[in-house]
């Protein structure tokens, strides 16, 4: 089994693995739109896996994979020829930085919403990544603890239906 299932007691299981969840502020969402901390529904493909190679080790996954560097961001101004892309810092465009001082960032699942083809304002920058150490929620990324999606990760997690 490949893909991950959000319940609606806020748990995320996959298999027989049963997680702890952060999601959106706002809840799931229907009508996902750019800044509402809303996670959006549906199935969401993982594209592939970023990581802070200094921090932890290359995670085990058939996804495409690659370190972060510093000067990593994406793109989430609705106004730019960017959006919802990864970028090279500095840039224009309003952006987040991938390399963070917390945590958060140190594994990173690209999930596939709002990119193929991209829509203005539709939202962007939709992860799975660490959750903060009280499952403070997110912006509408889904988060786990760094055990948890790494365990997922090396077991095949490739989609989540929210």
């Known amino acids: 089994m490949s893909r991950a299932v959000l319940r609606p007691d806020g748990m995320l299981q996959f298999g027989r693995m049963?997680?702890?969840?952060?999601?959106?502020?706002?809840?799931?969402?229907?009508?996902?739109?750019?800044?509402?901390?809303?996670?959006?529904?549906?199935?969401?493909?993982?594209?592939k896996l970023l990581y802070r190679a200094d921090r932890i080790a290359r995670p085990r996954s058939k996804l495409p994979t690659e370190p972060i560097a510093p000067e990593d961001g994406w793109c989430d101004d609705p106004s730019h020829a960017d959006y919802n892309r990864q970028i090279r810092l500095p840039h224009t465009g309003h952006h987040e930085e991938l390399w963070r001082r917390?945590?958060?960032?140190?594994?990173?699942?690209?999930?596939?919403?709002?990119?193929?083809?991209?829509?203005?304002?539709?939202?962007?920058?939709?992860?799975?990544?660490?959750?903060?150490?009280?499952?403070?929620?997110?912006?509408?990324?889904l988060a786990l603890s760094l055990?948890?999606?790494?365990?997922?990760l090396s077991e095949g997690l490739m989609e989540i239906e929210v």
Request: charged share 20%; aromatic share 6%.
């Open 102 to 141: 917390d945590a958060v960032y140190d594994l990173v699942g690209v999930l596939g919403w709002n990119d193929r083809p991209v829509q203005r304002g539709r939202g962007s920058a939709i992860f799975i990544h660490v959750a903060r150490p009280d499952f403070a929620p997110t912006e509408g990324c």
């Open 18 to 47: 049963l997680c702890r969840v952060a999601i959106g502020r706002a809840g799931v969402v229907q009508h996902k739109q750019e800044g509402d901390g809303g996670t959006p529904a549906g199935i969401l493909t993982l594209r």
């Open 147 to 152: 055990d948890d999606l790494a365990a997922c």
